[in-house]
């Protein structure tokens, strides 16, 4: 099976970008996406040329680095899917493929479909977590927690940190990566000390990095690849009317 | 060099060792700390929890990964759970017998007074993790479940779904960002480490590459740790990351840190095989799988191409309940592992061609769904069926699985005494990358124990210690050992730019090496076949160093340039693998000798002549490494023979 693949080249950050135009004559369904793009880059290499950048690590879906919009859509056309775990089973023979690196102006691009994504990073070190200094915890089962609660903290904290969601949104909102963060440790007996401050200075963070803010149109709960629902972000609204009144 | 391999251990009963040994140990005042600058490599389970507590306490940490955000580390895969000895269950758990269990699991490969640290070590960890909101599973009562995992007696392990490693490695990585914030911890992402800087005799620094702009720096510090993972992507295809290396570990290897039993590298048995010769790397699919799945291949090599389903009973062999009728398809790792290679070897694997061979043999739920229905088993493993499904587009409801063994863990590592201190002063190593407590064979759910027990609880401690005896003192940044460990780095990355013949893709020469210590040092060693190895290794490493082909240059993001380097080191450690698997003559734990297995597959122990750690010294030629002896003595256990008949 073959295909004709456009991908966005661009050497760094500040480089004019371009698609450029590549067949691959051979392909099976077996192959992830990414193997696909090895095999590429492969005959790239040992043609002289520079293969194509880009983030990959475990290749399981879970350390969240594999970042590509394929056909305009980030992680590509399968649902609740990283694009390590999509598979060319998913396209046919004959198929033009247009692969670009997450859209977001607060994610620059590093190298091709490479960007920077340290924003998430620094969101994060603005409050998202809790401070439990080494050695100063109470036995693990000092405070129980419900088996609901449990469970849906577990839904928020899945979050890999990949940043589709930001790279779907209109408004290049990281909107459902903060809340995330912000239910899984607002909704634990552990989490509520830093509760009304944390969700001022993550938000506060967003802003400072350059993302939009939410306007519900709900592309980023539709890529997510851990299927993480847009009501956190109701709930992290709440939480922050909420601080208001209590702070 | 004269290595004297003191362990370090305190001595007295083994329940007071630590305690006593926290007590002997010096401190360095609070206000002093801040005058320290420590250097942590690495940001999983071992490096985050380091940096984090260090950062805590006061010390000036500067921490690195080569990924774009310490999030992303290796430990982010771990799926299973994290044992402890809570004994939560009121079964007769402890942690004596969490101890013991490790050591005789480890086929007494390992010290005595290391793993009762980590046993004891294994409950405040929980405690940590659980102050921290990371989000273990729960009981409807609201206290924390567990189950039993790898054979265990006991229901020890504490589990996040399948995604334990996710969620323990977001604590350590909030802890770790909390100082971030703090200003305690500098934070390096994309900056990987290529050489360590040693002045007089003391590890005083690192050179690492800025992997977006190519930069070339030196960092110093007044002692430096290593927490960069295993090396089990040594063999190519492993269920390691891609990005997982040996680089940090064999460049301080080279400066004379000692390199501990890099033999000991573990097969985990139900892998997703291969598909093709472009496979990138192989999936685990958890070990609970074979308590309702059979494992099984045709009887007879003609009929391996057939569909699972055309072949009747008669025409099948279920290996593992033939052969091991008390435990069938529940027998240990290595002993599933190499019983599906021998069905493979006789010619009765399955699956697809790959370079000639099928590699892969059935886990069949038919009988199990046929008794509890579909239902039932989906709610057992709905999520891996699917994660099947997706990867190789089968429904194992439909058809059996495909499994085969693959690399998966390395017990092998840097050498370290009680204090996790290599045998360069001041260089200390930690989590998977050292060698210190699983011995010759790792239990389920206890590498994220041991990683978490070194970086939040045994390090902070013997740092200080090792700090205390040493002024703070900065390297002036023109000292001679900075720029000629830079200039060092640097013509390596020119040779590797601008190999004479260059014509294959680095992965090419990755792939050699893989192959050929997956078929001679991987689930079964012989000898012959180990030195025939042996003489091709140096031969590929030649080939590798005259036709590797790098395009692009330095000082820009170029991947190609990361893994060649990676490989270059690989290539050197994977002689180290043979060499040591071959010297080790005995078998024990996951070294399957072929020439001493009993006639069932067993391993068989040498305690006479081989209780001992093999330590390997540089020599200046990676073929003629020199070997040095960590003799074991087991004071409170007394070494004994598994059976699983
Ligand atoms: C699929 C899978 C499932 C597993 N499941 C379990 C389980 O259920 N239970 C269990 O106990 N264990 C499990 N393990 C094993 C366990 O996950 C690992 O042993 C453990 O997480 C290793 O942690 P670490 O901190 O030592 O290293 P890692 O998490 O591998 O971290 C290494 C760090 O070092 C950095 N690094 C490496 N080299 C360099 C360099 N040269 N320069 C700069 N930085 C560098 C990396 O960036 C990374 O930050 C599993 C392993 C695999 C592969
Ligand atoms: S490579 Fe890790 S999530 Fe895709």
Same mark, same amino acid.
Request: charged share 20%.
């Given at each position: 099976?073959?295909?004709?693949?456009?991908?966005?080249?661009?050497?760094?950050?500040?480089?004019?970008?371009?698609?450029?135009?590549?067949?691959?004559?051979?392909?099976?369904?077996?192959?992830?996406?990414?193997?696909?793009?090895?095999?590429?880059?492969?005959?790239?290499?040992?043609?002289?040329?520079?293969?194509?950048?880009?983030?990959?690590? &475990?290749?399981?879906?879970?350390?969240?680095? &594999?970042?590509?919009?394929?056909?305009?859509?980030?992680?590509?056309?399968?649902?609740?899917?990283?694009? &390590?775990?999509?598979?060319? =089973?998913?396209?046919?023979?004959?198929?033009?493929?247009?692969?670009?690196?997450?859209?977001?102006?607060?994610?620059?691009?590093?190298?091709?479909?490479?960007?920077?994504?340290?924003?998430?990073?620094?969101?994060?070190?603005?409050?998202?977590?809790?401070?439990?200094?080494?050695?100063?915890?109470?036995?693990?089962?000092?405070?129980?927690?419900?088996?609901?609660?449990?469970? =849906?903290?577990?839904?928020?904290?899945?979050?890999?940190? &990949?940043?589709?969601?930001?790279?779907?949104?209109?408004?290049?909102?990281?909107?459902?990566?903060?809340?995330?963060?912000?239910?899984?440790?607002?909704?634990?007996?552990?989490?509520?000390?830093?509760?009304?401050?944390?969700?001022?200075?993550?938000?506060?963070?967003?802003?400072?990095?350059?993302?939009?803010?939410?306007?519900?149109?709900?592309?980023?709960?539709?890529?997510?690849?851990?299927?993480?629902?847009?009501?956190?972000?109701?709930?992290?609204? =709440?939480?922050?009317? =909420?601080?208001?009144?209590?702070? | 060099? %004269?290595?004297? #391999?003191?362990?370090?251990?305190?001595?007295?009963?083994?329940?007071?060792?630590?305690?006593?040994?926290?007590?002997?140990?010096?401190?360095?005042?609070?206000?002093?700390?801040?005058?320290?600058?420590? %250097?942590?490599?690495?940001?999983?389970? @071992?490096?985050?929890?380091?940096?984090?507590?260090?950062?805590?306490?006061?010390?000036?940490?500067?921490?690195?990964?080569?990924?774009?955000?310490?999030?992303?580390?290796?430990?982010?895969?771990?799926?299973?759970?994290?044992?402890?000895?809570?004994?939560?269950?009121?079964?007769?758990?402890?942690?004596?017998?969490?101890?013991?269990?490790?050591?005789?699991?480890?086929?007494?490969?390992?010290?005595?007074?290391?793993?009762?640290?980590?046993?004891?070590?294994?409950?405040?960890?929980?405690?940590?993790?659980?102050?921290?909101?990371?989000?273990?599973?729960?009981?409807?009562?609201?206290?924390?479940?567990?189950?039993?995992?790898?054979?265990?007696?006991? /229901?020890?392990?504490?589990? @996040?779904?399948?995604?334990?490693?996710?969620?323990?490695?977001?604590?350590?990585?909030?802890?770790?960002?909390?100082?971030?914030?703090?200003?305690?911890?500098?934070?390096?992402?994309?900056?990987?480490?290529?050489?360590?800087?040693?002045?007089?005799?003391?590890?005083?620094? %690192?050179?690492?590459?800025? #992997?977006?702009?190519?930069?070339?720096?030196?960092?110093?510090?007044?002692?430096?740790? #290593?927490?960069?993972?295993?090396?089990?992507?040594?063999?190519?295809?492993?269920?390691?990351?891609?990005?997982?290396?040996?680089?940090?570990?064999?460049?301080?290897?080279?400066?004379?840190?000692?390199?501990?039993?890099?033999?000991?590298?573990?097969?985990?048995?139900?892998?997703?095989?291969?598909?093709?010769?472009?496979?990138?790397?192989?999936?685990?699919?958890?070990?609970?799988?074979?308590?309702?799945?059979?494992?099984?291949?045709?009887?007879?090599?003609?009929? /391996?191409?057939?569909?699972?389903?055309?072949?009747?009973?008669?025409?099948?062999?279920?290996?593992?309940?033939?052969?091991?009728?008390?435990?069938?398809?529940?027998?240990?790792?290595?002993?599933?592992?190499?019983?599906?290679?021998?069905?493979?070897?006789?010619?009765?694997?399955?699956?697809?061609?790959?370079?000639?061979?099928?590699?892969?043999?059935?886990?069949?739920?038919?009988?199990?769904?046929?008794?509890?229905?579909?239902?039932?088993?989906?709610?057992?493993?709905?999520?891996?069926?699917?994660?099947?499904?997706?990867?190789?587009?089968?429904?194992?409801?439909?058809?059996?699985?495909?499994?085969?063994?693959?690399?998966?863990?390395?017990?092998?590592?840097?050498?370290?005494?009680?204090?996790?201190?290599?045998?360069?002063?001041?260089?200390?190593?930690?989590?998977?990358?050292?060698?210190?407590?699983?011995?010759?064979?790792?239990?389920?759910?206890?590498?994220?124990?041991?990683?978490?027990?070194?970086?939040?609880?045994?390090?902070?401690? /013997?740092?200080?210690?090792?700090?205390?005896?040493?002024?703070?003192?900065?390297?002036?940044?023109?000292?001679?050992?900075?720029?000629?460990?830079?200039?060092?780095?640097?013509?390596?990355?020119?040779? !590797?730019?601008?190999?004479?013949?260059?014509?294959?893709?680095?992965?090419?020469?990755?792939?050699? !090496?893989?192959?050929?210590?997956?078929?001679?040092?991987?689930?079964?060693?012989?000898?012959?076949?180990?030195?025939?190895?042996?003489?091709?290794?140096?031969?590929?490493?030649?080939?590798?160093?005259?036709?590797?082909?790098?395009?692009?240059?330095?000082?820009?993001?170029?991947?190609?340039?990361?893994?060649?380097?990676?490989?270059?080191?690989?290539?050197?450690?994977?002689?180290?693998?043979?060499?040591?698997?071959?010297?080790?003559?005995?078998?024990?734990?996951?070294?399957?000798?072929?020439?001493?297995?009993?006639?069932?597959?067993?391993?068989?122990?040498?305690?006479?002549?081989?209780?001992?750690?093999?330590?390997?010294?540089?020599?200046?030629?990676?073929?003629?490494?020199?070997?040095?002896?960590?003799?074991?003595?087991?004071?409170?256990?007394?070494? /004994?023979?598994?059976?699983?008949?």
């Amino acid at each position: 099976m073959s295909l004709v693949l456009h991908i966005w080249r661009q050497s760094d950050s500040t480089a004019q970008g371009r698609f450029e135009r590549h067949t691959i004559d051979e392909f099976t369904p077996d192959m992830s996406f990414l193997e696909m793009l090895d095999v590429l880059n492969e005959g790239l290499i040992s043609a002289g040329k520079e293969p194509v950048a880009f983030d990959y690590d &475990c290749r399981e879906g879970i350390c969240g680095a &594999c970042s590509l919009v394929i056909d305009g859509i980030p992680h590509g056309p399968q649902n609740a899917t990283t694009t &390590c775990q999509l598979y060319m =089973r998913e396209f046919s023979d004959g198929d033009e493929i247009w692969v670009e690196p997450w859209r977001v102006g607060a994610f620059p691009v590093v190298r091709d479909l490479v960007v920077d994504r340290s924003a998430y990073d620094r969101i994060l070190q603005a409050g998202g977590f809790i401070s439990a200094r080494t050695g100063s915890a109470p036995d693990g089962n000092t405070f129980p927690v419900s088996k609901e609660t449990a469970d =849906r903290v577990f839904t928020s904290s899945t979050c890999i940190g &990949c940043g589709a969601c930001a790279a779907a949104c209109p408004n290049a909102s990281a909107s459902l990566f903060v809340a995330a963060k912000i239910a899984h440790l607002g909704l634990l007996p552990q989490g509520q000390p830093e509760r009304n401050s944390r969700v001022h200075t993550m938000l506060a963070q967003m802003d400072t990095e350059g993302f939009g803010f939410c306007g519900n149109h709900r592309e980023c709960e539709a890529v997510c690849p851990k299927e993480i629902n847009i009501d956190r972000i109701a709930r992290m609204n =709440r939480d922050m009317y =909420r601080s208001l009144v209590r702070r | 060099m %004269i290595y004297d #391999l003191h362990s370090n251990e305190p001595t007295g009963p083994l329940e007071n060792r630590w305690t006593k040994h926290r007590f002997d140990m010096g401190l360095v005042n609070p206000a002093n700390r801040k005058k320290y600058q420590v %250097i942590v490599v690495g940001t999983g389970l @071992a490096g985050g929890s380091t940096a984090a507590t260090l950062g805590e306490m006061g010390y000036h940490v500067k921490s690195f990964c080569f990924q774009d955000s310490p999030r992303r580390a290796h430990s982010i895969a771990a799926q299973g759970g994290i044992n402890a000895a809570k004994n939560y269950q009121n079964d007769g758990d402890s942690v004596w017998r969490l101890f013991y269990d490790t050591i005789k699991g480890g086929d007494f490969r390992s010290r005595e007074s290391n793993v009762y640290r980590l046993a004891e070590l294994s409950v405040n960890i929980i405690d940590q993790a659980v102050a921290q909101g990371v989000p273990f599973a729960r009981e409807y009562g609201g206290l924390l479940a567990n189950r039993s995992f790898g054979g265990a007696q006991v /229901s020890r392990t504490f589990y @996040a779904r399948g995604q334990t490693g996710q969620q323990l490695l977001l604590g350590a990585y909030q802890a770790l960002n909390r100082q971030i914030a703090a200003g305690m911890v500098e934070m390096f992402p994309r900056t990987e480490m290529l050489e360590l800087i040693v002045i007089d005799g003391r590890a005083r620094g %690192i050179v690492t590459r800025n #992997l977006v702009d190519g930069k070339i720096e030196a960092h110093t510090a007044d002692c430096v740790v #290593l927490c960069t993972g295993g090396y089990g992507n040594a063999y190519y295809l492993s269920t390691n990351a891609k990005g997982c290396n040996a680089s940090a570990v064999w460049r301080a290897h080279r400066h004379g840190a000692l390199f501990a039993n890099p033999c000991f590298t573990q097969i985990h048995p139900t892998c997703i095989p291969q598909s093709g010769s472009y496979q990138s790397k192989l999936t685990l699919m958890s070990e609970s799988l074979r308590n309702d799945g059979r494992v099984w291949a045709p009887l007879r090599p003609q009929d /391996s191409d057939c569909a699972p389903a055309d072949l009747p009973e008669d025409a099948r062999d279920y290996f593992l309940e033939r052969r091991y009728p008390a435990f069938g398809n529940l027998v240990p790792r290595d002993i599933a592992s190499r019983a599906a290679k021998e069905a493979c070897d006789d010619g009765r694997g399955v699956g697809p061609e790959v370079n000639g061979r099928r590699l892969g043999v059935y886990l069949d739920f038919s009988k199990a769904i046929g008794q509890l229905g579909e239902a039932v088993i989906g709610e057992r493993y709905g999520n891996l069926f699917e994660m099947y499904q997706r990867i190789t587009g089968e429904d194992p409801n439909k058809t059996p699985m495909r499994i085969y063994p693959a690399i998966h863990y390395a017990m092998g590592g840097l050498w370290v005494d009680y204090n996790l201190m290599t045998t360069v002063d001041g260089l200390f190593a930690a989590g998977e990358c050292n060698f210190s407590d699983h011995g010759a064979n790792r239990l389920g759910a206890s590498a994220l124990m041991q990683g978490l027990a070194d970086g939040y609880f045994v390090l902070p401690y /013997s740092i200080g210690n090792y700090l205390s005896q040493h002024e703070a003192d900065p390297i002036a940044p023109d000292h001679g050992a900075i720029s000629s460990a830079i200039s060092a780095v640097n013509s390596r990355i020119d040779r !590797l730019l601008s190999a004479p013949g260059a014509k294959h893709p680095p992965e090419h020469f990755h792939r050699l !090496l893989g192959q050929l210590i997956w078929d001679n040092c991987g689930m079964s060693r012989d000898p012959a076949e180990l030195k025939n190895a042996l003489q091709q290794l140096p031969e590929i490493r030649d080939r590798f160093w005259h036709e590797v082909k790098v395009t692009g240059s330095g000082e820009q993001f170029n991947q190609t340039l990361e893994r060649a380097g990676r490989i270059a080191d690989f290539l050197e450690l994977g002689e180290l693998m043979c060499v040591d698997a071959l010297e080790r003559n005995e078998s024990c734990g996951s070294h399957a000798r072929s020439d001493h297995l009993t006639a069932d597959g067993e391993v068989k122990r040498d305690d006479d002549n081989y209780s001992y750690v093999a330590a390997w010294e540089y020599s200046g030629d990676v073929s003629t490494p020199i070997l040095h002896k960590e003799q074991l003595c087991f004071e409170f256990v007394h070494p /004994s023979i598994r059976s699983y008949k």
